[in-house]
């Protein structure tokens, strides 16, 4: 009996401490003035516990900690999304989860230095690192699902920046140096870019030119690993002897075996299917460039220079919001494309279709991929418009816009009518529209 009763007050105490850490933290998070009691509390508890008294001053990086104290960088990793069953653990567990926890999510107010910045987004890697993932990867998925933790994350990467003098720290080479190229930097670069000159408009395209490369080394091979086009049957096979399909033949031509010769007597070689098509595909690629769709300029118009270099594809991009401009000439290299566009204005999609329109020369061969939120001035004419292009034999793929936030918001009156034509918006992972193109393409 005595040891039940010192195993249960074993359990009250680190219940209470774990407590005591996790009221800590929530105390933090949502006033920055600090709790006395729950401050000297946690410090006993973390002195207790053989831990440094950094981990509870949220002004110290997780790096920082780990930089200092080595043997804590195993325990980071993997922290929340394996909790483990280690009862005894759980106090321990308690302290690193709210250090992680409190320095990516209370991310105070006022400005916003480049240091500071790029400590919060080492600090959101370790937070991904705990969750499972690899750094970047939750904050990469926001513009695919528009949901869940992923668009927190880049909602709070996005405050941050727009709490930075962007300009003052572009124009100091050290303090440019030290920025990470992110969706919402790039976003806040691409909107600023004509107020920029010298050093740090240099400074700006450098970050562009980083980020685009490093989006088009993900996106290469999302279309390197994409099922490829069905083929296309009305296309003959060439009757060369390496397309020689010896087994179809030996086995359509049994019927002509001769048992007092002992031969099989072939009247009709059979070849393997491989040619695709005749006539290069055309894809039209037209984005909504007013509002917050930098995720969509970014991510597409990278995608439509990898498929630009397909053989047998030939790309064009449109981008409009109250006029529209053909960045066809540019569409080989994505980050002239994003120097030539400019965000903001309205949207009036009836100037995309008058661009779009003589471009489709062979409308069973071509494919236009239509990427806004869809919130027209001129519902009526843009729907029009586009429903005779569906119907002229076009592949049509309407996507959602996306935030770089990672929130999702497509007008609901185009949405019924795209699912009642038969070509749903499509929405979720960049994949998705990877995979669609690459089956029609190629």
């Known amino acids: 009996m005595s040891e039940l009763a010192s ?51 949220p002004a110290v990086s997780v790096d920082t900690v780990v930089q200092r104290f080595p043997q804590l960088e195993r325990e980071f990793d993997g922290l929340m999304s394996d909790p483990g069953d280690d009862r005894d653990g759980e106090v321990r567990r308690a302290a ?21 910045l790029q400590r919060w987004q080492a600090d959101a890697g370790r937070f991904e690192r705990a969750m499972g993932c690899e750094p970047g990867q939750l904050r990469g998925r926001a513009a695919g699902t528009g949901t869940g933790l992923g668009a927190a994350l880049a909602g709070i990467e996005g405050d941050l920046v727009s709490r930075m003098r962007l300009r003052e720290v572009l124009a100091d080479n050290r303090l440019a140096r030290q920025l990470t190229p992110s969706m919402s930097l790039i976003e806040q670069l691409l909107r600023d870019k004509d107020n920029l000159d010298g050093t740090a408009l240099a400074n700006a395209k450098a970050l562009i030119r980083r980020f685009v490369d490093e989006v088009a080394e993900v996106l290469r091979t999302q279309v390197a690993q994409a099922s490829a086009g069905t083929i296309d049957r009305s296309v003959p096979p060439k009757r060369v002897f390496r397309n020689l399909d010896l087994d179809r033949t030996i086995w359509k031509n049994l019927p002509n075996w001769s048992p007092e010769d002992e031969r099989l007597y072939v009247d009709r070689l059979y070849y393997r299917q491989t040619a695709k098509r005749i006539e290069p595909a055309r894809l039209i690629v037209v984005v909504d460039q007013s509002g917050s769709m930098v995720d969509a300029m970014v991510n597409c118009t990278i995608l439509a220079s990898i498929f630009a270099g397909l053989p047998k594809v030939d790309v064009h991009l449109i981008a409009y919001d109250t006029r529209a401009l053909d960045l066809t000439p540019w569409v080989h290299d994505p980050f002239e494309v994003l120097l030539h566009t400019h965000l903001g204005g309205g949207t009036d999609g009836t100037v995309a279709l008058d661009l779009a329109r003589p471009k489709i020369t062979d409308p069973r061969n071509s494919v236009v991929v239509w990427i806004s939120d869809f919130y027209e001035w001129q519902e009526q004419a843009v729907w029009d418009g586009m429903q005779s292009i569906h119907r002229a034999g076009v592949k049509f793929i309407p996507v959602g816009s996306v935030s770089s936030g990672g929130h999702q918001s497509v007008n609901p009156w185009f949405r019924q009518r795209f699912k009642d034509q038969g070509t749903p918006v499509l929405s979720g992972h960049i994949k998705k529209l990877v995979t669609e193109l690459k089956n029609f393409l190629v």
């Not at 105490?13 to 401050?39: C, I, K, M």
């Open 7 to 57: 195993e249960s007050v074993s359990v009250s105490a680190g219940e209470t401490r774990r407590q005591v850490l996790y009221w800590r933290l929530l105390s933090r998070l949502f006033d920055a003035e600090e709790q006395a009691a729950l401050e000297s509390a946690s410090m006993a508890i973390v002195g207790d516990l053989g831990l440094p008294a950094a981990l509870l001053d």
């Open 96 to 116: 690193l989860v709210s250090k992680l926890l409190l320095n990516v999510f209370a991310t105070g107010s006022g400005n916003v230095t480049a240091e500071q």
